[in-house]
């Protein structure tokens, strides 16, 4: 199985900052990483697959990058919204496996 | 709209078998995939397994010898078996729907449903 690693764990930001998480596999992946904002008492939400394309909706704020074993997510100019946990998971093969997640905290 | 929403007791005790329904609507599961994700509390996600629009399936190798997932298309439900619980098993259960070329990730989440295993 493909090992997902994510980093950092936590992170705090202020409201207006840029933030950037990183994802790594243990082999190549190559493009199909998506990436998923979990918030408690909402449904899990789709934000990026395909290692840079947004679904439907997800503001324009966010970005995906990285090819290979090595991805960024990067949210620019924090809204009140974006803070919760946010998650990588691999598409490229079965079994889809997951990051360990990131918590992204209001400082 | 598509929404996904999980169904089952809240409580298993160990040993005893778990059963999960999750009915869909705004889709078919003709022609759509549906997996299941768990998630142990504090903890992160875990796949579980796929039922594909066809009926096929494809289990999570740790999990494959107790685990069952089946559908009811008629009835737009997908309905998930797992025997020989154990406290290790305590999670929330979501059902997860597949984007529509079958890419493996997952475009619309039900809200989840918590199962505690205890006696």
């Known amino acids: 199985d493909v090992q997902m690693t994510q980093s950092p764990s936590n992170l705090a930001a202020s409201p207006g900052e840029s933030v950037s998480i990183n994802c790594k596999a243990s082999?190549?992946?190559?493009?199909?990483l998506a990436w998923y904002q979990q918030k408690p008492g909402k449904a899990n939400k789709l934000l990026i697959y395909?290692?840079?394309t947004l679904q439907s909706g997800t503001p324009s704020r966010f970005s995906g990058s990285g090819s290979g074993t090595d991805f960024t997510l990067t949210i620019r100019n924090l809204e009140p919204e974006d803070f919760g946990l946010y998650y990588c998971?691999?598409?490229?093969?079965?079994?889809?496996?997951f990051g360990g997640g990131t918590k992204l905290e209001l400082k | 709209q598509v929404q996904l929403k999980e169904s089952g007791p809240g409580l298993v005790q160990p040993s005893q078998t778990l059963s999960l329904t999750c009915t869909v609507a705004?889709?078919?599961?003709?022609?759509?995939?549906v997996h299941w994700v768990r998630q142990p509390p504090g903890k992160g996600l875990e796949w579980m397994g796929v039922?594909?629009?066809?009926?096929?399936?494809r289990y999570n190798s740790a999990l494959k010898s107790r685990l069952s997932i089946s559908k009811d298309t008629s009835k737009s439900q997908v309905f998930l078996k797992m025997n020989s619980l154990q406290t290790e098993d305590t999670a929330t259960y979501y059902c997860?729907?597949?984007?529509?070329?079958?890419?493996?990730?997952?475009?619309?989440w039900g809200p989840g449903t918590m199962v505690t295993v205890s006696s």
């Open positions: 997860a729907r597949d984007n529509y070329g079958g890419y493996r990730y997952f475009d619309f």
């Open positions: 705004g889709f078919s599961l003709t022609s759509y995939n």
């Open positions: 039922i594909w629009n066809t009926g096929g399936t």
């Open positions: 082999k190549s992946i190559s493009k199909y």
């Open positions: 395909s290692g840079s």
């Open positions: 998971q691999q598409h490229n093969e079965y079994p889809p496996t």
